[in-house]
T-cell receptor, first 114, second 113 residues
Framework: AQSVTQLGSHVSVSEGALVLLRCNYS??????LFWYVQYPNQGLQLLLK??????LVKGINGFEAEFKKSETSFHLTKPSAHMSDAAEYFC????????????FGSGTRLQVQP | DAGVTQSPTHLIKTRGQQVTLRCSPK?????VSWYQQALGQGPQFIFQ???????QRGNFPDRFSGHQFPNYSSELNVNALLLGDSALYLC????????????FGPGTRLTVL
């Protein structure tokens, strides 16, 4: 079985500050890991994905994440927050995303203060 | 290229009724997955369809059923609605071959009164 834990249901940062959203996973097989963003009343948009290639993954809107097997982590970062980054962020894991379920964390709501 | 589309956008039903939600996958995709997202929570996997068959199922009762058509579109049916079925229902499509991500539609907001 796979699981995802997102530490911190709410994170608040100032505009221009570093964004760090934490994700730890559990998987008995090599995982595929994803970060999705959800804006109010919308579906999920893929930010970035780890599929066993480079451990540092760059995504859209300036976000990146680093896969650390020893720490079973896949934390999401952005050097400088923008007001438009305010949204809900979900980390997800799968053993074969094209043909198997995604298991999501409970989400982290990011607030960006002016 | 149209992404994943879902209909209707919103739906209001009463307890005990039945509902059908529809999903058209992204062009070229052959696999459809359904997720339920309750307010303030992460999406929970309901089931996945590939080649018109249910391939994997999450921890949901038999009141939740689905179908996939030859054109890869899919329906989610929920019978005997309960208040707790109120949620955002998300459809995602993907390619069964390869290690590809799932693309999500905008969702259908179901309210059960």
């Amino acid at each position: 079985a796979q699981s995802v834990t997102q530490l911190g249901s709410h994170v608040s940062v100032s505009e221009g500050a570093l964004v760090l959203l934490r994700c730890n996973y559990s998987s008995s097989v090599p995982p595929y890991l994803f970060w999705y963003v959800q804006y109010p009343n919308q579906g999920l948009q893929l930010l970035l994905k780890y599929t066993s290639a480079a451990t540092l993954v760059k995504g859209i809107n300036g976000f990146e994440a680093e896969f650390k097997k020893s720490e079973t982590s896949f934390h999401l970062t952005k050097p400088s927050a923008h007001m438009s980054d305010a949204a809900e962020y979900f980390c997800a894991v799968s053993d074969l995303p094209g043909r198997r379920a995604l298991t999501f964390g409970s989400g982290t709501r990011l607030q960006v203060q002016p | 290229d149209a992404g994943v589309t879902q209909s209707p956008t919103h739906l209001i039903k009463t307890r005990g009724q039945q509902v059908t939600l529809r999903c058209s996958p992204k062009s070229g995709h052959d696999t459809v997955s359904w997720y339920q997202q309750a307010l303030g929570q992460g999406p929970q996997f309901i089931f996945q369809y590939y080649e018109e068959e249910e391939r994997q199922r999450g921890n949901f009762p038999d009141r939740f059923s689905g179908h996939q058509f030859p054109n890869y579109s899919s329906e989610l049916n929920v019978n005997a609605l309960l208040l707790g079925d109120s949620a955002l229902y998300l459809c995602a499509s993907s390619l069964a071959t390869g290690r590809n991500e799932q693309f999500f539609g905008p969702g259908t907001r179901l309210t059960v009164l």
